[in-house]
């Protein structure tokens, strides 16, 4: 099979370079190549191709699930998409809209970025610019490994359990938004680490040789130069916080408007993730359509932010390739 | 100076990470103390299946039992498919299709557990209960199965195993597609040239070469399907039994976290003995990394890629 492929992939180049040949239509071409592939001469390449065909069906099947889920949630949630539904405060009995839910999550994250962004973008620049190869490094990058595989709902019960109870903290948008950024930390530490190290040397060797110190040439060279790999991890770590259900339950308490104060009971917030789970939980059946519409509503944004974090990202690895 | 000053400022967030994994380990073993300590619990709790803290009986086996099958289940569903289409990806797919389903799979990673969770209740569990158990429970091949027994509504460990491995999937086909992809070339080349065919070569010296890599997305599947929360509180219909069967209902150890933890707070001992659950399930998440680090590095050695 792999011989009969060099030999007219040879000739074919021969061809090409004697005389040049009538344009292919890319229909055509894929017919031609669906060909080549289906040509079966023996039984080892009847087999090949079988387990071929197997692993295309295998991927089909892998992808399935997530247009399956975006149709349902299309089809039962669309019609409940409306402007209210983003514009409105719940009423009586739970109608109307979901705005204290999306203010909620905004400024969950928001909190959480400003506490979990700075430690973790300059914990990276520590091991991978001040710290030498070895034990610290190490260290560093097994602790955020280790913190990115703790479960959510061990977050929540630490959190509830510390921020809550033992500092007194009490529910509402500071314990939440901190235990959201436990979990925001170890996907940007990594992230702005891989950020960093792509800067190539010479960039940092021109800045020393022109007399800057390290301080220096750390947030006026390397910073800028992996600038847009830090921001696709922060992007990619709001997109994952933005779902979190289970850390909230215990930490953030809930609330049909938006809170009015830092602390204490009027600083309870709500959020997408956990409207969701209230209504789904709910029996009236309205509440249920909601529940869909609210889940559309958050899978467009977590997705949004996700795309937007892997265009930039291909982006910059194709300007650095 | 302002360097020495600097690198003592960094310093800080550094170890934040670590400093955050002691705070957790030390405050979840203070909470789990007295259930480990009193004579009602002790560390038996481990193995004693018995769930009911208004009879002061307090045995965690139930959860940490349901919380295996359905990994179990999960992983036994997701590393096949998972591994199968990362083979395709890396070694058959035309690139301009690949570049369009790896965006797919990063997609179904970012989409919230909850979401999940809701698609499985609303469209799995009802299918489960009108369409998969009639039909299998009718059909005289299947019928005579034990896992198939049983009446069902559609909260089973079936529902939850499923869209666990569902949520498993696209870790396994990230990692193990990287982990493909790392083989170097010269390896397919040479098998090429040895007269093998294509799947002979992606078969047995692909996979082969990266095991390591695919050993560890298995091993960091199994710590996030048995971390998950959501979405299998949502579907495996959290009922105090042992499931016998793949419809019985089943409550994992994150269910059980979920459900009590609000209830349970002015209770010690039950409080307590949710924070044991908390801490088995924080030791079992550092365990899984840890191997999956050690699987790497033993991988990376013994094929000589380092």
């Known amino acids: 099979m792999s011989s009969d492929s060099c030999a007219t992939s040879g000739t074919a180049n021969e061809t090409a370079s004697s005389a040049p040949e009538p344009e292919i239509g890319p229909t055509r071409r894929s017919l031609l190549w669906l060909k080549s592939q289906l040509l079966v001469k023996t039984r080892r390449e009847a087999k090949d191709l079988l387990l071929k065909i197997l692993f295309a069906i295998t991927t089909l099947i892998v992808i399935l699930p997530f247009f399956l889920i975006v149709i349902q949630l299309a ?97 509402g948008l500071v314990s ?45 060279v390397t910073i800028r130069a992996a600038f847009p790999g830090i921001v696709t991890g922060v992007l990619l770590a709001i997109g994952r916080v933005m779902g979190e259900t289970a850390p909230l339950i215990f930490t953030s308490g809930n609330s049909l408007t938006t809170p009015t104060s830092i602390l204490g009971p009027a600083s309870w917030v709500a959020s997408l993730p956990f409207t969701i789970w209230a209504y789904v939980s709910d029996p009236r059946p309205y509440l249920q359509v909601k529940a869909q519409s609210t889940a559309l509503a958050l899978l467009v944004m977590v997705l949004a932010v996700d795309v937007v974090a892997n265009y930039i990202s291909r982006k910059v690895t194709r300007r650095l390739v | 100076m302002q360097d020495a000053v600097g690198k003592f400022v960094l310093l800080v967030p550094a170890f934040a990470g670590s400093a955050l994994i002691i705070l957790i380990l030390t405050f979840l073993w203070y909470e789990a103390t007295p259930i480990f300590l009193a004579p009602q619990g002790g560390p038996s709790i481990v193995i004693q299946p018995i769930w009911d803290p208004n009879r002061d009986l307090y045995g965690i086996a139930l959860f940490i039992l349901g919380s295996f099958i359905c990994t179990f289940l999960a992983i036994a569903m997701a590393v096949p498919l998972g591994i199968g289409a990362a083979v395709f990806l890396s070694e058959f797919c035309p690139p301009r299709i690949r570049t369009s389903l790896r965006m797919i799979v990063e997609m179904m990673a970012a989409i919230p557990s909850i979401v999940y969770g809701l698609w499985a209740y609303i469209v799995m569990v009802p299918w489960i209960k009108n369409s998969f158990a009639p039909a299998v429970q009718s059909n005289p091949l299947t019928a005579w199965m034990p896992w198939f027994q049983g009446s069902t509504n559609g909260l089973s460990v079936l529902a939850g195993g499923t869209i666990l491995a569902i949520m498993l999937l696209p870790t396994v086909v990230a990692v193990s ?21 294509k799947t002979e070569t992606a078969v047995k010296i692909v996979v082969s070469a990266a095991i390591p890599g695919i050993g560890a997305a298995i091993v960091l599947s199994l710590g996030r399907a048995v971390g998950e929360t959501m979405a299998v509180l949502m579907v495996t219909g959290n009922s105090l039994q042992i499931p016998f069967t793949l419809l019985d209902p089943a409550y994992v150890m994150t269910s059980i976290i979920t459900n009590q933890l609000g209830y349970a707070f002015v209770f010690p001992l039950w409080r307590s003995a949710l924070f044991a659950v908390a801490f088995v399930l924080l030791m079992m998440s550092v365990s899984f990394t840890v191997i999956a680090k050690w699987f790497v590095k033993w991988g990376m050695k013994t094929r000589g890629l380092v």
């Open chain 1, 75 to 171: 089809v039962t949630g669309l019609s409940g998409l409306t402007l209210d539904l983003f514009t409105t405060f719940p009423g009586a009995s739970l109608t109307g809209g979901i705005r204290n839910a999306i203010v909620g999550t905004i400024l969950l994250v928001l909190v959480a970025g400003g506490v979990g962004i700075p430690l973790s973008v300059l914990g990276a620049v520590y091991i991978s610019e001040y710290s030498p190869p070895g034990r610290i490094r190490s260290t560093v990058e097994f602790a955020s490994d280790v913190l990115a595989g703790i479960p959510s709902i061990v977050f929540g019960a630490f959190g509830f359990a510390f921020i809550v109870v033992f500092l007194n903290v009490g529910m």
């Open chain 1, 176 to 220: 939440g938004g901190l235990t959201l950024a436990f979990m925001m930390m170890p996907t940007v530490l990594r992230t702005t680490q891989e950020a960093l190290r792509q800067v190539p040397v010479s960039l940092r060797e021109a800045s020393f040789a022109l007399g800057a110190t390290k301080w220096t040439t750390t947030w006026r």
């Open chain 2, 177 to 197: 597609d990287d982990a493909l992809r790392s083989v170097p070339s010269s390896y397919r080349e040479a098998s090429l040239a040895l007269g093998a065919t």
